[in-house]
């Protein structure tokens, strides 16, 4: 532990009330981008194929872009070309609102109690025009058996889909810079304060101030609290009753706040699961003298929660003359050698010796050693690597890597970019000052950081700074002591939940609970700050976050996946249970829902665990609560009726591109760019455009076979649709193309529709005559090919319906072909059939549904 006081006759105070950092007061309008399953938005893997107004940035995956999509054609196929014509570009644009970044607020679902609203919320001029065109499609869009009653009557529609909150309206929200300005970003306030929220993982801690994991694939991780105890917890957060590590009768330390002795460090060896093999860095008092001790520890063989008390080995002691500043990481960098961060020896401004205990390269105190514990069973607990910088010094210590420091407080190893690895390797560390500056460092091999010469950027020691040869290496950052005291050493996070914060430098301070981030100017090589406060109004309104943490920022940690982590608590001192540990969180973006998963390897369990039971809470933020539909609503704030074109909202929105749909931008109703034309239209003329440059309906089919979407219901039609919507489902033996390549709307997998579900065909015996058949199925003259072995991709999802079709070239339908019977096969779908066909008749539309 760290204790700021340590310039004799200066008062210390202890804080002890809660930390509510930077204020919550709700901000009018205040952004708030959510999913329907109450998490952030994300940056889709694929691009989308139907809800490409959402590509760049939204709720929806290629999956779940493939459901709507077949969604979509389940509504449409009921409709004939002028009906298809008028309301293709609302259905999508209604169905697609799933994918909206704001997609809980359009349904009223920001609070998981609340049930979704059956259509988006709607700005009244939208809603008007949609019921004038297309409110024959009002049912077909939801199971909601309350939107019958309402579908006669345009006043009580439009008001049932109005939303307390107008400014989320849709498409309105598209045009408003309060919801779109750096939409995907990290926000700041307007003093740059970058605005992120924590999720309780662990509390009841006794000044928690490590946690590491063991790299062995269980993704377990260990606490340590500062009395000597470590404990093992499970994925799933529950912790093991029985301790990992005890030796609290060993380890020196005390109950009054600020002792800055006791455990101190803890490191599993890189092949922890194969030699069993840990390090721990604990405070200990030999006699009458005080030291530190660095000790090897090996796993339990009949437990692997529990460590082989009996197998300490001291691997190094130090004496301490003073009971403060005792350093206190071990880590292993990249190159396999386990480093050491000692202090500088204690008291104020390092007075041991000529120069101090730092600038002292004869002593192993204030600095970064390095030493190789690999193959130490026998000899030697360590052994010195050949290319430690002072080896052949005369009158330096072989075990130094690093000098000049003062007591550096939580270092670590940068993990490098998940895809370039650019920074591998590199260590950063905080080191703690004296009167005005606490620091950041990068340690490199041979180097000298400062202390006491330098405190920061500035001289402490003017008379030892004014030295030529002392050849220091100034810190990547440093802050005065009106911003915090006492530095926390954490992290470049390279996570994968939060990819906004990659490469940011996360750390914070112990004394002030402030924290920050360094992002590093990869022009100038200089390290841009921000602060980091916890979120603002809605900011962090999801399930399992909170906004605010205790005080004491003890220290910081990763977990096996990458994931940031750090330690607080309300009271320092190592007898009281107020330590927390908190996971950081980007609440305005999220990794796409399956790209963080991972199958942690089983953990043996001997004993009992304790579930965990979260106990900090939102603070000073009431998430809202649904209304009636049919009450009395807020009217919506004065919106230009006429939506932007989708040039003007590009421009609007920062990051990410939001394209907004054709149906909006001044011919309302009308195909969007990325609206489908159903298969059974496609050999039509293009519908007539009444706004120059509107382009052509078109659509290009991501794989289909891949839905397990269940068919809409279809329901009686009213007078109202006057014969736009077609009766009945697909026909029986209707055909549709699947798996094209983009642009490619004349060729694909043969997909079949018979007793009520599609299927796909297999290619035995599939040939020419049978592939023309389908081809002029769908409206196209010939078949230009018969395509074979799932050349335009396996239609896994579906069934094989037809096997073994042999055609005579006569036949209206493929169903009237011969074959095995529907369902009858001895093929799989590697073995799908296709067609590319060509030379449509494009006056005559297909009868293939």
């Known amino acids: 532990m760290r204790y700021y006081c340590d310039t004799p006759g200066r008062a210390c105070h202890p804080l002890f009330a809660l930390l509510l950092l930077f ?59 002028q009906g298809y014509a ?45 019921w004038l065109r297309c409110r024959s499609v009002i049912t077909l869009l939801s199971n909601n058996t309350s939107l019958e009653g309402l579908e006669a009557n345009q006043h009580r529609f439009c008001r049932y889909l109005e939303l307390d909150d107008a400014d989320y309206c849709y498409p309105h929200l598209l045009s408003n810079p309060q919801l779109t300005k750096d939409l995907g970003r990290v926000t700041a306030n307007e ?23 063991a790299n062995d694939g269980t993704h377990r991780f260990f606490v340590a609290e500062q009395v000597g105890l470590v404990w093992a917890y499970l994925p799933d957060r529950s912790r093991l009753e029985k301790p990992f590590l005890n030796i609290t009768k060993t380890v020196l330390t005390s109950p009054w706040e600020g002792d800055e002795r006791g455990f101190l ?35 339990s063989s009949s437990d692997m929660n529990v460590v082989d ?83 052949r010094e005369h009158g330096a210590r072989p075990e130094v890597y690093a000098y000049g420091v003062r007591n550096m407080w939580r270092c670590s190893v940068d993990r490098g970019d998940p895809i370039t690895k650019e920074g591998k390797g590199r260590i950063f560390c905080g080191d703690v000052g004296q009167n005005k500056y606490e620091e950041v460092d990068i340690i490199e091999s041979g180097k000298n950081y400062g202390w006491r010469a330098k405190e920061g950027f500035s001289c402490y020691d003017k008379k ?24 926390t050493g954490g992290y470049v996070y390279r996570g994968c939940e939060n990819p906004n914060l990659n490469g940011m430098y996360i750390f914070g301070d112990f004394m002030s609970g402030r924290m920050m981030a360094l992002q590093e100017d990869k022009v100038t090589s200089q390290w841009d700050d921000h602060e980091i406060c916890m979120g603002q109004g809605l900011t962090c309104a999801f399930p399992g976050l909170i906004n605010n943490y205790y005080q004491y920022i003890i220290s910081f940690a990763e977990d096996e996946a990458g994931e940031l982590y750090f330690m607080s608590t309300g009271v320092p001192s190592a007898a009281s249970a107020s330590g927390v540990v908190y996971k ?60 932007p074109a989708p040039s003007q909202v590009t421009t609007t929105v920062s990051f990410p591109k939001m394209v907004h749909s054709l149906a909006e931008a001044g011919t309302s109703g009308k195909t969007s760019p990325a609206t489908p034309t159903p298969a059974s239209r496609r050999s039509t003329p293009p519908l007539r455009r009444t706004t120059p440059g509107t382009p052509t309906p078109a659509f290009r089919r991501s794989t289909p076979a891949t839905i397990t979407t269940a068919p809409v219901k279809s329901r009686k039609p009213t007078k109202a649709r006057k014969g736009r919507r077609r009766k009945g489902k697909h026909r029986n033996g209707a055909l549709r193309l699947a798996g094209q390549p983009e642009g490619k709307l004349d060729r694909g997998r043969v997909e079949i529709f018979v007793d009520g579900e599609w299927g796909t065909v297999c ?47 006569s036949e209206a339908t493929l169903l009237q072909c011969q074959h095995a019977g529907v369902a009858q096969h001895n093929c799989g779908h590697h073995e799908d059939a296709g067609v590319v066909c060509g030379n449509a008749d494009s006056t005559k539309p297909s009868n293939s549904a």
């Open 584 to 643: 950081l969180i980007d609440p305005s973006r999220r990794a796409p829902p399956t790209k963080c998963q991972y199958e942690p390897l089983p953990v043996k369990v001997k004993g009992n665990l304790i579930k965990f039971k979260p106990k900090e809470t939102l603070i000073g933020v009431t998430i809202p609560t649904k209304h009636s539909k049919l009450a009395p609503t807020v009217k919506p704030s004065k919106v230009s009726v006429t939506s």
């Open 23 to 81: 204020g919550l007061r709700i901000l009018p309008a205040s952004p708030h981008p959510q999913c329907l399953d109450f998490k952030p938005p994300f940056k889709p893997q694929d691009t989308l194929a139907f809800c490409v107004m959402y590509t760049d940035f939204g709720c929806c995956d290629s999956r779940k872009d493939r459901e709507l999509m077949a969604k979509f054609y389940e509504i449409m196929d009921n409709f004939d070309i």
């Open 763 to 809: 290619d035995d015996l599939w040939d020419q005559r049978s592939a023309g058949v389908a081809c002029r199925q769908l409206g196209f003259g010939m078949a230009l090919r018969a395509a074979r072995r799932a050349e335009f991709g396996e239609g896994r999802r579906l069934r094989i319906l037809l096997d073994d079709v042999r055609c005579q070239g």
């Open 464 to 487: 030892l700074c004014a030295n030529s040869s002392l050849d220091d290496v100034l810190p990547i950052f440093a802050y005065p002591h009106k911003l915090g005291k006492s530095v």
């Open 309 to 391: 008390h009996n197998s300490e080995r001291v691997i190094l002691e130090i004496d301490e003359p003073a009971s403060n500043h005792n350093g206190g990481q071990v880590l292993f960098a990249d190159d396999g050698y386990l480093y050491i961060f000692t202090g500088d020896g204690g008291m104020a401004g390092d007075p041991f010796g000529k120069f101090g205990n730092s600038q002292n390269k004869s002593t192993l105190l204030g600095k970064v050693l390095r030493v190789d514990v690999d193959d130490n069973d026998r000899g030697p607990p360590y052994k010195i690597p050949s290319d430690n910088p002072f080896l």
């Open 86 to 130: 008028s309301c293709a570009g609302y259905v999508q644009e209604l169905i697609c609102q799933e994918c909206s970044p704001y997609a809980a607020h359009l349904f009223d679902a920001e609070d998981p109690s609340t049930p979704l609203r059956a259509l988006p919320g709607l700005c009244p001029d939208y809603c008007s025009r949609f």
């Open 265 to 299: 460090g803890l490191t599993f060896h890189p092949y922890f699961k194969y030699n069993g093999k840990l390090y721990v860095y604990y405070s200990v008092k030999v006699g009458r003298q005080e030291r530190i001790r660095i000790s090897q520890f090996r796993i």
């Open 191 to 213: 003093e740059g304060c970058l605005h992120l929220c924590v999720e309780e993982v662990a509390n009841g801690l006794r000044n928690p101030l490590a946690m590491v994991h």
